[in-house]
């Protein structure tokens, strides 16, 4: 475990590197806290020399210049804590140093640890993503043009009309991922350290779904448990009957996780009802409220998850009353449908924007909006002619 005092020196150069991803941390006394507890000297050291692409064992020697088997077994430990991802494909295991969000931190709650002050942790982490007046992690996390993550629907109130694609339904992305797992919500693991609870009653374990390879490295590294598909419905099922969000990948191939969300706990959410209405990306579709048959009696407002239902006077001062949608709020999820008692809500289709195919062009996309695309590139090229001089 890192300690307060230790590993200044490789702190910053660690900050350095992980402000090359998409989503980087902005440099505060806070989070070289969090970074200190979270990363050894060494292991803090090692981070900061990884490059941007997947590296080999070989390429990691050569940046760190350490011995291979020491370097090996370090890259192991940080495996298993969540700071580094491993995965093996032609013979070779490649490593990937983990982003802080979507990463570490939540690697960090996602399983019981021994070996961090998780109380304090917690705390550091809240006060460093909401904690600052000037917003800034909330900037760099939600202000980008495409959100690193979507909604959603609920497939069973999209009109009859609308025709969903794979990639829009929860169901069918966990039936064709071919591997999934179910692991601890890690916001709600946070909240609890603060000594607070999910006002929806949603479970902290067994609740957020990964999939495919990302799920192979979770169950490997103790963050999961494997689920047959089945299991995995049945507990997506679970969460819509608490009223939560679906959130995912803002990726049409392969998303990596469904993560079932609350307006009380879920720092993505938190995001949007926090100033940032399109820091996740909505789905095709918009909440529609008849007017005639609402009785204004609050219910989908309750159940909402991202503030996006107020009550409002109809008829100047008098009694009635009704409930308005908010639409730039509005992620179009029909979280809030099944709350209604007079059925006047609906979902109705809204073009939106189009959505990353994989999460390279995500990440890409990402970087050319916030003028970051010139490491990864250089990272890119130096890493082909390595491995092509036979070097990786």
């Known amino acids: 475990m890192g300690h307060h005092g230790q590993g200044k020196s490789n702190i910053v150069p660690l900050i350095d590197r992980l402000n090359k991803y998409p989503i980087g941390l902005p440099d505060n006394e806070k989070l070289r806290k969090i970074l200190a507890i979270l990363f050894s000297e060494e292991e803090a050291y090692v981070a900061s020399r990884f490059p941007l692409t997947e590296a080999t064992l070989k390429e990691l020697v050569r940046a760190t210049g350490w011995d291979k088997r020491r370097l090996e077994k370090k890259l192991d430990e940080m495996a298993d804590k969540g700071l580094v991802f491993d995965s093996k494909y032609g ?75 794979t990639y829009e339904s929860a169901r069918e992305i966990i039936k064709n991922a071919g591997y999934g797992a179910i692991g601890m919500c890690y916001c709600r693991h946070k909240k609890e350290h603060l000594n607070q609870s999910c006002e929806k009653n949603a479970p902290t374990k067994e609740i957020c779904i990964s999939l495919g390879t990302a799920a192979k490295f979770m169950v490997r590294r103790g963050f999961a448990e494997k689920r047959t598909t089945e299991e995995l419905l049945k507990i997506l099922q679970g969460a819509r009957d608490l009223n939560l969000t679906h959130v995912t990948d803002n990726i049409r191939h392969k998303p990596s996780f469904i993560c079932n969300c609350c307006s009380c706990c879920c720092e993505l959410l938190g995001g949007v009802i926090k100033g940032f209405p399109m820091g996740v990306a909505k789905t095709n579709y918009t909440l529609q409220i008849d007017s005639e048959s609402c009785v204004g009696c609050g219910l989908c407002k309750k159940a909402c998850n991202v503030d996006a239902l107020e009550l409002i006077d109809m008829e100047n001062g008098k009694s009635k009353k009704r409930m308005r949608v908010e639409p730039d709020n509005c992620l179009g999820c029909g979280a809030c449908i099944s709350a209604c008692p007079t059925g006047s809500l609906s979902l109705v289709p809204m073009d939106r924007a189009e959505i990353p195919e994989k999460k390279k062009d995500l990440f890409k996309q990402i970087l050319k909006e916030k003028k970051r695309m010139t490491p990864f590139v250089i990272d890119t090229i130096k890493t082909k002619i390595t491995r092509k001089l036979g070097m990786g």
């Open 91 to 165: 013979g070779k295991t490649y490593y990937l140093l983990m982003p802080g969000l979507i990463g570490f931190f939540e690697f960090s709650f996602m399983k019981q640890r021994q070996d961090l002050p998780v109380a304090e942790l917690a705390q550091l982490m809240e006060e460093y993503l909401f904690g600052d007046p000037d917003q800034q992690m909330g900037k760099e996390f939600f202000a980008s043009k495409t959100p690193l993550t979507r909604t959603l629907a609920y497939e069973e109130h999209i009109p009859v009309s609308s025709q969903v694609a």
